[in-house]
């Protein structure tokens, strides 16, 4: 178990995605470009997320929908591409179910 303070530190936003694609040469992998909102610096933040979701989720589908992501994880290597961030999603006996919300937010709106 963690307690509520290291929970506190886990950043979860919502993310839009504004482009998906598969990877080339993995039947698993979607390469996600999503938006988080309005940055500190210059304009949108824009981030890369690399999924084990194409079994299950068509690129098309994904586009323009909002999700939920762990936004503070330090990125990771998959599949030779960087991923800076991790989706949420519910395991439905082995099937990723995508935490999408039921009302449009702006991009970048924690959870809490």
């Known amino acids: 178990m963690i307690n509520f303070d290291e929970f506190?530190?886990?950043?979860?936003k919502v993310a839009k995605v504004i482009?998906?694609?598969?990877?080339?040469?993995?039947?698993?992998?979607?390469?996600l470009q999503v938006d988080l909102g309005l940055s500190t610096g210059s304009g949108q933040e824009k981030r890369q997320i690399?999924?084990?979701?194409?079994?299950?989720?068509k690129p098309e589908d994904l586009t323009g929908k909002e999700i939920v992501i762990v936004a503070n994880l330090e990125p990771r290597t998959v599949f030779g591409l960087e991923s800076n961030g991790m989706l949420l999603a519910a395991d439905d006996s082995g099937r990723p179910v995508l935490l999408i919300l039921d009302k449009e937010v702006?991009?970048?709106t924690r959870i809490r």
């Open 8 to 12: 506190q530190k886990i950043e979860l």
């Open 50 to 57: 690399v999924a084990g979701i194409a079994q299950f989720y």
């Open 19 to 31: 482009s998906a694609e598969k990877v080339e040469g993995s039947e698993k992998l979607l390469k």
């Open 106 to 108: 702006p991009p970048g």
